[in-house]
């Protein structure tokens, strides 16, 4: 893990929290931010033994969610569905010391992996009446409510990109989780598009 | 453009997959890689079937959950008739109504 003090963010030289001062939220379709430096750990293992889901409700508190494309939360930690065998744990930052040794013990004997993945990505998060129409500009998905909403993710393609979607509210809110290295070009994309539907930077 | 229904994702849009070609080859054993003529390695390793029908095909839901699986298409009309896991036969169709 990169030293706290040393650590900028992805979106870092975006000056986001500076920008974030000039307010307009109250009037904007669309509110963009960073969420940087989340912990996120790639568990695999089989859902159907129970040994498995009682070890990552063991440590994680959360169980985990076997429905595709689904997420557990409790408290300040969820489990995000992707693949029948594959999940993120994610929670706030610089939890990975504390919880991939934790992880590991508690699957010991067992066919199941861990593995720390928190530097990869960032997060952008989107929100406000109109954060629908800037996403659909670059993802295929239907996510009208009545088929995406909160508590859903997705793995899926944004304007060319790999990226995670994961709705946590109906206002509606999502985290696009994307490799940092594509983040520059994503978060340039999606304030150009947002900038149609009045923009404002959140914290 | 057509739409695939991933076994674990549910429908996505095409551009999220990649195409893995014909399914259900078998790699020999060992004990057959001796006796196997040249002939016999060819067919193994070069020779596929293009029928203008259904075609039994492996996917990749490469932009989503990464998993691989087979889908039984018919090449002419795009339509997929069979979406299943890795590992199982393929399932019977009815070629005469398509
Ligand atoms: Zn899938």
Same mark, same amino acid.
């Given at each position: 893990?990169?030293?706290?003090?040393?650590?900028?963010?992805?979106?870092?030289?975006?000056?986001?929290?500076?920008?974030?001062?000039?307010?307009?939220?109250?009037?904007?379709?669309?509110?963009?931010?960073?969420?940087?430096?989340?912990?996120?750990?790639?568990?695999?293992?089989?859902?159907?033994?129970?040994?498995?889901?009682?070890?990552?409700?063991?440590?994680?508190?959360?169980?985990?969610?076997?429905?595709?494309?689904?997420?557990?939360?409790?408290?300040?930690?969820?489990?995000?569905?992707?693949?029948?065998?594959?999940?993120?744990?994610?929670?706030?930052?610089?939890?990975?010391?504390?919880?991939?040794?934790?992880?590991?013990?508690?699957?010991?004997?067992?066919?199941?992996?861990?593995?720390?993945?928190?530097?990869?990505?960032?997060?952008?998060?989107?929100?406000?009446?109109?954060?629908?129409?800037?996403?659909?500009?670059?993802?295929?998905?239907?996510?009208?409510?009545?088929?995406?909403?909160?508590?859903?993710?997705?793995?899926?393609?944004?304007?060319?990109?790999?990226?995670?979607?994961?709705?946590?509210?109906?206002?509606?809110?999502?985290?696009?989780?994307?490799?940092?290295?594509?983040?520059?070009?994503?978060?340039?994309?999606?304030?150009?598009?947002?900038?149609?539907?009045?923009?404002?930077?959140?914290? | 453009?057509?739409?695939?229904?991933?076994?674990?994702?549910?429908? $996505?849009?095409? @551009?999220?997959? /990649?195409?893995?070609?014909?399914?259900?080859?078998? =790699?020999? &054993?060992?004990?057959?890689?001796?006796?196997?003529?040249?002939?016999?390695?060819?067919?193994?390793?070069?020779?596929?079937?293009?029928?203008?029908?259904?075609?039994?095909? $492996?996917?990749? @839901?490469?932009? /989503?959950?990464?998993?691989?699986?087979?889908?039984? =298409?018919? &090449?002419?009309?795009?339509?997929?008739?069979?979406?299943?896991?890795?590992?199982?036969?393929?399932?019977?169709?009815?070629?005469?109504?398509?």
């Amino acid at each position: 893990m990169v030293e706290a003090y040393q650590r900028r963010s992805a979106l870092n030289h975006f000056g986001l929290a500076a920008r974030a001062n000039q307010g307009g939220h109250a009037t904007a379709g669309v509110i963009l931010g960073e969420s940087a430096h989340r912990t996120i750990i790639n568990i695999r293992g089989d859902a159907n033994d129970a040994a498995f889901t009682n070890a990552v409700k063991s440590v994680t508190g959360v169980d985990v969610p076997t429905k595709a494309n689904t997420v557990n939360k409790a408290g300040e930690v969820s489990i995000l569905w992707l693949g029948p065998d594959e999940w993120w744990v994610v929670t706030t930052p610089d939890r990975s010391d504390e919880l991939v040794p934790a992880l590991r013990q508690a699957f010991q004997g067992q066919h199941a992996a861990v593995i720390d993945v928190s530097e990869s990505r960032t997060v952008i998060t989107i929100s406000g009446a109109k954060a629908r129409d800037v996403l659909a500009r670059g993802i295929s998905l239907d996510l009208h409510p009545q088929v995406f909403g909160p508590g859903q993710c997705a793995q899926t393609g944004m304007s060319k990109c790999n990226v995670l979607l994961h709705q946590t509210d109906d206002k509606p809110s999502y985290d696009i989780y994307v490799l940092k290295s594509f983040s520059d070009y994503l978060w340039q994309w999606t304030e150009k598009i947002a900038t149609n539907f009045g923009l404002a930077i959140g914290a | 453009m057509f739409l695939i229904t991933c076994p674990y994702c549910g429908a $996505r849009d095409e @551009h999220e997959f /990649g195409y893995g070609h014909e399914a259900h080859i078998v =790699r020999p &054993t060992p004990a057959e890689y001796e006796q196997m003529s040249d002939a016999e390695w060819a067919q193994y390793l070069f020779m596929r079937k293009n029928p203008k029908g259904v075609h039994f095909e $492996r996917w990749v @839901h490469t932009k /989503g959950c990464r998993r691989w699986f087979n889908v039984a =298409r018919h &090449t002419v009309t795009h339509e997929i008739l069979a979406v299943y896991e890795m590992g199982k036969p393929a399932p019977q169709i009815d070629t005469e109504k398509k």
